[in-house]
């Protein structure tokens, strides 16, 4: 004998209420990053006057490829090319970084394959080395752009 479905059926209000909740919750998924769109910061910001600041801040080129956002965790695909640099500045988030090919370079620290760098939300900045870098950043949260300290405690 087959088990019996308990409880009582739902309301239309009360599936409603379930769906809402369902597509508010992440799903499992797959990706290859190779197929994943790629946007570059000039692509994602635009070329107005008043984004400038945010060009000047993070550079042109950098490519950002999402792999998930939501308002818990980020993931980021990024890739830059040789030399390409970014001024100091936060996210809002405890931020790791895990360096995939190339190098980057935070002050006289190298950070190549295989290697990281965590910051619980201060500021920072870095350059791309001679082959330029690829890594995967990720975020407890939805990043924002910052240039100021921040919290202190």
Do not use: C
């Amino acid at each position: 004998m087959a088990d019996q479905p308990t409880g009582k059926p739902q309301e239309p209000e009360d599936r409603q209420a379930d769906q809402a909740q369902a597509e508010q919750r992440p799903r499992q998924f797959f990706f290859d990053i190779d197929e994943l769109p790629g946007r570059t910061n000039a692509e994602i910001f635009g070329d107005g006057e008043d984004v400038q600041g945010y060009l000047d801040l993070l550079g042109r080129d950098l490519v950002t490829k999402t792999i998930v956002q939501t308002p818990r965790l980020s993931v980021f695909h990024e890739k830059a090319q040789p030399g390409e640099q970014v001024k100091p500045h936060r996210h809002g988030t405890h931020q790791l970084n895990y360096v995939l090919r190339g190098e980057l370079v935070f002050g006289r620290r190298r950070v190549g394959p295989g290697m990281g760098f965590f910051t619980p939300d201060l500021l920072y900045a870095w350059r791309a080395g001679e082959e330029g870098a690829e890594w995967i950043e990720i975020h407890a949260g939805e990043p924002a752009i910052f240039v100021d300290q921040g919290p202190t405690s």
